[in-house]
């Protein structure tokens, strides 16, 4: 019994086509943890004042003094493929799909970190009402966007 030979031209693109998606897999790998090092960085800049942060309107005690105005923070956020074709796996067994838990937390704490920072700039002492939004952009990204009004508090 003979074994048919598989063409040349299709062993060649075979290999290409492998090598071409080791290609993007590796790269993708490289630019995902690139970002993932400024994304940490980021997301630890943590404001150096003690602003408060209430989803109320007022501060029990304290009265606003002066409106600043308008403070926001929003970021785009998405998970790597790898991560979300686990979290796909995960969404058919079933369970919490924390992949999603995280890059959420992740995205709310520099959206927040981006607020607390414009406030700090207009020298508030409070932010008060605060809100979050979260919007789907495209397949696993989600845009999260934190708003509230900054205040100068009375002693």
């Not at 993007?24 to 940490?40: G, H, P």
Request: proline share 2%.
């Amino acid at each position: 019994m003979t074994r048919a030979a598989v063409p040349l031209w299709l062993q060649i693109a075979v290999f290409a086509l492998l090598s071409g998606i080791l290609v993007v897999l590796v790269s993708l790998a490289l630019e995902t943890k690139k970002n993932q090092t400024k994304t940490d960085l980021a997301g630890q800049a943590e404001p150096e004042t003690k602003t408060l942060l209430l989803n109320s309107d007022k501060v029990p005690g304290r009265e606003a003094r002066e409106i600043l105005g308008l403070v926001q923070g929003h970021t785009v956020f998405a998970i790597w493929l790898g991560k979300d074709l686990s979290a796909i796996v995960r969404l058919i067994l079933g369970g919490e799909l924390t992949e999603y838990t995280e890059m959420m937390g992740k995205a709310r704490e520099m959206a927040t970190n981006r607020m607390m920072a414009q406030a700090n700039e207009m020298g508030a002492d409070a932010v008060i009402n605060v809100r979050y939004m979260t919007t789907s952009v495209v397949g696993s990204a989600a845009e999260l966007l934190v708003y509230g009004t900054a205040v100068k508090l009375s002693e």
